[in-house]
């Protein structure tokens, strides 16, 4: 089974997230705009979305930064993904 | 009795949620956007909605995942159904 | 006397609802936006409503399912109705 | 002393509301929505309201039912009008 | 001093309120909207106001109905104004 | 260091507000929305902003009423600015 | 690695705010719009975004003020950025 995202959606899969783990604080008042760093597993096509032309900037395999806040949480075959619109992703992580 | 979804209104139709079942867990905070898997039944017209047109992406038969927090439930002739707009719809599952 | 409804306001009367009166069950938090079956008495001329175009596309006899969060209710010579716009009606229901 | 409405606006006088007094029964969570009867006694010109065109469709004297929420309450020599937009009347009454 | 408005704003002199002060009763729920009487002292030039062509349609001297809740209280050599949009603005009295 | 402001932004100085502070009186509800006075300091190029030609419409020096409500307070070099979107302010105080 | 931004997107490095920490006063209600001083790392293409065309303003090197509020916090590397889109940037700090 693979999901394959409508309009502007795009699939993501959460990486290990060494760095936030360390510490483990969480600030107060933050906790629904939490990045989150993960790989793209799937791109929608893009096309007019609510009116407007959207391009789809990100491609399968780009590590992203996006805003937890806006994802839809989806378990598949004992696996987690999340999809979120391109909107919610605010950068790619270059190496 | 069919229901005929109007405008761009998708008729879904939810399968059995095995694996979400097994766990239980609700986190807290996330219960409104609890992503559901379903079955497409009867897909609207689509055409000028709000004053944008629409094209609907999704076919009678898609399995989907769709954002529960909008849609409105319906019990006819004792069956369940759930509908909502094409764009609650995140994801089509292919198999 | 009878209700003329303005723009793409829609006068339903609401069906018994025989199937929700036998379990009486409400799950907290889905009370607003319990779905409702009923049966259209009076359609609005449609055309440019907040700028945008509206076609009518259910006609009086027409059985629905509308939200009921959006709607207005009006007691008139004892009888009472719902007033909603076209969009909060998400299906017709066909037999 | 007269009210001369501005733009899409609409004066209204409210009728007595028989039926609703002889309950007094107000439901829970539908106060803000409670549905009204009234006169037309002025209606504004219409034209461009906020970037769009407004054609005004109701006159004076035709009884109306709007939704109080939006309202505006004067008292003027010693009489009591609501002011609403013409969007916020749901139907004219006819007899 | 005096104050010129910018864009679609319009100072106005709020009227001795006699008929309110007389009952004194406040609905609660309603205070937001407390309607107002008063004296428009300068209108703004009007203009394309947030993309949109604002005609100027209160004069100086107007005595109009305005909704209290958007408006700005201020202090000029000890006289008191509210600055408000001409939108906020409901219908002008005339005599 | 100085502030240059970008789009319909107008960096602003705070005057002393010598009338507020004799009172001292806030009434609840409306700290929100308190009426300030201050001088501009900067003024934004205007342009298209978010899709709306903005023609900036106050220079440095005019004194202006704005809403404290939605700026953002900057303190540079132990100089305290506002900076507000040029929509904030309401009126210009000519003398 | 490195933050590539995506459309309206900024990636920026907070500055020592050397004055905030001296008086460590914070005001109840005003803390989500906390005022920022912060470097730009990043810039993104701008382009067209929600269907509106914006030309970015700002670039790699300039020191700026921004709204804490709606920016995305993210630690890469063990440093720390952040990411807003260029609206949520009020000025440039000039030497």
Redesign the interface.
């Known amino acids: ?7 502007d ?1 795009v ?1 993501l899969k959460q990486l290990e997230a060494e ?2 783990t360390k510490s483990g604080i969480v600030l107060p ?2 906790a629904q ?1 939490k ?1 989150q760093q993960a790989e793209v597993v ?1 791109v929608g096509p893009g096309g ?1 979305i ?4 959207v ?1 789809m ?2 491609k399968v395999g780009d590590k992203v ?1 996006y ?1 937890k806040y806006a994802g ?5 075959d ?1 696996e987690e993904f999340v ?1 979120v619109k ?2 919610d ?7």
């Open positions: 089974m693979k999901l394959v995202p409508l309009g959606k699939v760095e936030t008042g933050q705009e990045p799937a007019v609510d009116g407007k032309e391009t900037q990100v930064i805003q839809t949480n989806v378990k598949l004992a999809i391109q909107n992703i605010v950068a790619i992580v270059e190496e």
